[in-house]
Structure formats: C-alpha cells, structure tokens
C-alpha cells in the first residue's frame, strides 16, 4: 500500500467516545476521506488489562487497514496509553494517538505549572499522561486520578443532574485539583461531563481535551508529508462497529451533533 | 463425553457477578467440584447485542466444556436471558439458567401479585424475566426497569454512601415499585447493593436474589439425574478468566468472603 492524498484517515476507539476526536478531525479537515471503527462488541478498555487493551487495538487497526488508509488516528486514551508503541511497530502507516498532543496542550495551558489529569484505571494506571507531560514540560507537578464511573454516566447519558455532580464531587473534590490550573480530561467520554467537572473544579481551573489539539497535529503531519486531500475531494464518513449498528447510531448523532446514515457491522477475528 | 457423578458442574459469568451464584452452589453443594469462567475481557455484557451476548455466550459454554461436565450454570441474568436457547440447543449437557428460579422464587414471594423486576439493559429489553414470571404465575402484574449504572457502581466498590443511594433513588423512587410487594433484583451484581436498595424501595417489599433459588434447582436436578457427587468427593474449584487474573482475583475474595488462590487466564477463540 503506498498512502497517497486521496485515501482514508482510520479513527478508533473502544466504542462512542472517539466520536468526540472524529468531530474535531471532520472539522479541521473537512475534505478528508475518513473512516471510523467503535469496537462496541468490546467496550470499554478502561477497565481491562494492557495486554488485552493491545490486542484489541491492533485487531482494530488491522480491520481499519482493508480501506485504504494515510493515517490511523487512536480516538481513544486507553489504547493511546496502552497500545500505540505495538501499533506503531506493526502497521505501514503514521499512527497518532491522542496523549501527546493533550500534554502538549495542557502544558501550554499552564500557568501555574500544576497540572491534573483524569482518565480511566487502565490510562491512569500506565503512567503515560504522567509521562507525556513531563515530556512537554519538564517542571510541571502533575497529579492524576481515575475516574471510572464517568464512562458509564457519558454513555448512559447522565451528563447533568444530581447524580453527575455528586459523582464529580466525589472524585474531583477534597482538594485534588487544589493548585492545578489545568486539568486534562484524559479520556474522550469526558468532554461530555465537561459542564460537571468544570462546576467540581471551579472557574480557575481550563479544561483540556484532547481532540481539537489531535486534529491540529494530523493536519501538521499531513501537509508535512504532503497527504493532505486536495480541495473539493469528496469527504467520505463511514462508520464501522463489531455490535450491531442500532444503539452506536442513535448515540453517534448525540456526539456528532447530527445523524449519520448508519454504520457498518464488522466481525474482528482477532478476540 | 458421559456425564458421570465425579464430573464438575461449570458455571460462566460475563465477569465477577457470577460469583454470587457461584458462591451459593458452593454451599448447598459442598462436594462438587466447580469450574468458573469470568468472561473479564469483554465484560460486560448488560449493555451489549443478543447477537453478541449469544456469540460470547457459546464461547464461554464451549471452554468450560474442556473440563468434564455433568451440568452447564449460566450464572449471568444477561446470558440466561438472550442465550439459554442457543446454549441448550447446543451443549450435551443439562444448562440451567438463573431467571426461572429467580422468577419462581419471586411468583411463590408475592402476596400482592404485584412483582417488580431490575436488570440490565438488554436483559429487560429481552423480556425474559417478564415471560418467566408469567409462566411461574399467570395472574402476576409485572413491571420492569432497566438500571445501567447499577453494575459499574457494583464493580467499583461503590456500595454504600451518597453516591449509589442517590442513583437507586433515580431508578426506584417515583412510585416505580408502587403495589408491588417483591422486587427481582434480576442481575447478579445487584446483591451487592442490596442494602441500598432495600433503602429505596422501603421496608415493605421482600428482594429476591436468583442465587439460591438457582442453586436449589441445580441440587434438585443432580438429585433426579442420579449425578450429585459422593460425600467425600474432593470439591475442587477452579477459576477461569478472559482477561488477565489479578483485578479478578482481588474482586473474587470480596464476592466470595474469602480469597482464592488464583486464576488461570484462558484465550477463546470465539470473538
């Protein structure tokens, strides 16, 4: 496969967050073929170990490659944190997770050179934001959480409301952020919590995700390598899930905030 | 393969909730040997396809029949709801479900004939405990509620406190239990909210949990079939997992009152 400008960016993620990345990429690059994988059959990642973690995304990454793809986008922090250095060694393509440019983000943020993250146990647990921002900066103090019941809450839709906020409270409250101007939410089910974290916080504290700071970075690595879509190029979106379509397409049209026409189910061999 | 008395019964969960039935055979059969399977790399299943909880579902049964069965426990309200079928048509063994002995514990509770059901997802949307409770008891009034966070609460150890109270308030207040004298907690993980609750609902509804039901039915069954094993039969138990062992092994001590020695890590090929 020789990647030319037409062919595809391949997004995925363990399920619908992801979608979150894929907004931000459609966005910034609207004449670009794409093609995203939630591999719903297996949601979530957060909370499962990295070798598990790795398999699934390389089994992703290799269905993702039966279209013809420039790029792989990792949509999700799991499998950012997790898998990227086993899918960078095995797949023909550049391959862009969403940790390092979230840092980077973050790290420019920073005022204070205090820095919070929150993700799932297994993003957490590997250290990688850790890392990613010592990378980017050297002096930040970070402190990091996991937050794993904000998942569920994102995916079942409570997003406001008691049970939000006291859940917020509960993990973000007795002063974990206490200094930190920054707090990266490390994982693409939180943006989706953001007005509720952001009340847990309080006002002195920005809110980085990772998606609009990944989209800038692909479209860098794109116009670097001279792979960007020409102008007027038709801009594909095609959705691809290992459950059965129904509920990733009514949830999709939440997350993208419009309705996609479907999505197409895939059966990874790879379990 | 011919089931003989010596052989072990299996017992599959899409991950630790299981292990409250497994915990009641272990009790009221305490000569048997036991073999568990915790599906933990693709839990849950609660909020997953019938089509993708079947394909699970046959994998798990298919794994566990490497060790010499004499009964199949489906020790998952998910799988015994969208699977059973697909499983008895399947296996050359006797499998036994947890809803019909969890929906005749209830029909035989109820003064009122007003039962109350809550599951997952998928478990509600398949109508299972509703057909089953109709069966035990043709003039039951049934209502059902799916409660999605319950089990992510559940595995995270979120028992008790502001948190699960407000949640189960969610779910149960508003007059949902209103008449009805029993309520079905129709997933395996709910018994580890059962004094949260008991709370919501109030002190005039009896909860009904299927794992003793379930380990009755699978007493009685043995019994009939002449395969129950011989007092004095070494009651070896052995833990099978998808995902690596350690998270399932601190979680299994919690749910069983005591530790386990470990658990072997077992790949299915069946995605």
């Given at each position: 496969?020789?990647?030319?400008?037409?062919?595809?960016?391949?997004?995925?993620?363990?399920?619908?967050?992801?979608?979150?990345?894929?907004?931000?990429?459609?966005?910034?690059?609207?004449?670009?073929?794409?093609?995203?994988?939630?591999?719903?059959?297996?949601?979530?990642?957060?909370?499962?170990?990295?070798?598990?973690?790795?398999?699934?995304?390389?089994?992703?990454?290799?269905?993702?490659?039966?279209?013809?793809?420039?790029?792989?986008?990792?949509?999700?922090?799991?499998?950012?944190?997790?898998?990227?250095?086993?899918?960078?060694?095995?797949?023909?393509?550049?391959?862009?997770?969403?940790?390092?440019?979230?840092?980077?983000?973050?790290?420019?943020?920073?005022?204070?050179?205090?820095?919070?993250?929150?993700?799932?146990?297994?993003?957490?647990?590997?250290?990688?934001?850790?890392?990613?921002?010592?990378?980017?900066?050297?002096?930040?103090?970070?402190?990091?959480?996991?937050?794993?019941l904000f998942?569920p809450l994102a995916?079942e839709g409570w997003t406001q409301g008691d049970v939000p906020r006291l859940v917020a409270r509960e993990?973000?409250?007795?002063?974990?952020?206490?200094?930190?101007?920054?707090?990266?939410?490390?994982?693409?089910?939180?943006?989706l919590l953001r007005d509720i974290i952001?009340e847990a916080?309080?006002?002195?504290?920005?809110?980085?995700?990772?998606?609009?700071?990944?989209?800038?970075?692909?479209?860098?690595?794109?116009?670097?390598?001279?792979?960007?879509?020409?102008?007027?190029?038709?801009?594909?979106?095609?959705?691809?899930?290992?459950?059965?379509?129904?509920?990733?397409?009514?949830?999709?049209?939440?997350?993208?905030?419009?309705?996609?026409?479907?999505?197409?189910?895939?059966?990874?061999?790879?379990?």
């Amino acid at each position: 496969m020789s990647p030319n400008s037409r062919a595809a960016i391949g997004v995925f993620d363990s399920g619908v967050g992801g979608l979150t990345v894929f907004k931000a990429l459609a966005e910034r690059l609207p004449h670009e073929r794409m093609v995203y994988l939630g591999d719903t059959a297996r949601v979530p990642y957060g909370t499962k170990s990295p070798e598990v973690v790795t398999r699934y995304s390389l089994g992703c990454a290799r269905e993702l490659l039966q279209h013809e793809l420039k790029a792989l986008v990792v949509a999700c922090n799991t499998a950012s944190a997790l898998a990227l250095d086993a899918l960078e060694a095995q797949l023909p393509v550049p391959v862009v997770g969403v940790i390092a440019p979230g840092a980077a983000a973050a790290a420019a943020a920073t005022k204070s050179r205090r820095v919070a993250v929150i993700a799932t146990p297994a993003t957490i647990a590997s250290g990688a934001y850790q890392r990613a921002l010592h990378e980017a900066r050297a002096d930040l103090e970070v402190r990091a959480k996991a937050c794993p019941l904000f998942v569920p809450l994102a995916e079942e839709g409570w997003t406001q409301g008691d049970v939000p906020r006291l859940v917020a409270r509960e993990y973000l409250g007795q002063g974990f952020v206490d200094g930190a101007d920054t707090l990266v939410l490390g994982c693409t089910h939180y943006p989706l919590l953001r007005d509720i974290i952001a009340e847990a916080v309080g006002p002195k504290v920005t809110l980085v995700d990772s998606a609009h700071a990944t989209a800038e970075h692909v479209a860098g690595l794109l116009e670097k390598r001279g792979l960007l879509a020409p102008v007027g190029n038709a801009p594909e979106r095609h959705f691809l899930v290992t459950d059965t379509p129904a509920r990733f397409v009514e949830i999709a049209g939440r997350f993208l905030g419009q309705p996609i026409a479907g999505a197409q189910q895939v059966d990874l061999k790879l379990a």
